[in-house]
């Protein structure tokens, strides 16, 4: 909407504006778009009721990883990772260079060393605890502590449980293992069951907020919000097959 934008501030005369939406303005708010949008994206992963420190930590990982990818690219005057920043450099006939390149090479250096302070907790993620939550079929033995090394290994070599690690999700994995392989089986457990953001409190506010409103300020919510947040459906026609209609005669001639 660049070219509408530019009509509106001059027909409204708002030269004062109209200076300020130059080329370079441009430029750096196609940036900031495509920049907000990558954020968006990754913020959105990190939600849902099923995810776990494990989904979060590779997206987040992935992400400053593509934050180093982007900020080499950049060096070399390469705008081909930001779609919409790329758009407006081929639709004015310019390259990436000068005050323009040095700004998104420092804002990127910046956005990545932010996200390495704002999480330094990803380096766990080498800790054998967690190569043995996220595959034990490809993990050494000699990784995990000496207690657990034969029941290990007893998970290791079971083809059907190898089997149903291929075909289910991790969570359902060892959901169903933990009760065979105590030991192991806690180990896994300890690992996905923290939470790995606040999205289930944030829904949980949210559905409050909608439920109690000025209409209904006494009400107790409890039971309201169990049925709210509950991810099993009501069976509505089973339920009301159990109950005896009362019929309304009119007794009027």
Known sequence: MRGEVKLFLEDQGKQDLLVLFTEGFQLSLAYLVDVFEALNVLN?????????????????RAFIAK??????????????????????????????EGELKKEIEAHLQILKEEFE????ELTIMELSDWKLTRNPFRLSEDLVCESLQEEFLDLKYNSTAKDDFEAMPLTDFWAKYACVYNNVGNVALRTLLPFSATYLCETGFSTLVSVKTKARNKLDCEADLRCALSSTKP????LVSKKQPHLLINNFK
């Open 44 to 60: 959105r992963t990190l939600q849902g009721k099923n995810t776990t420190r494990i989904e979060s930590f590779d997206a987040i």
């Open 67 to 96: 934050l180093g990818l982007w900020h080499c690219r950049v060096q070399q005057g390469n705008a081909a990772s930001f779609a919409n920043l790329y758009a407006a450099l081929e639709q004015n006939s310019v390259t990436l």
């Open 117 to 120: 302070r704002y999480f330094p």
């Open 235 to 238: 069976r509505i026609k089973q």
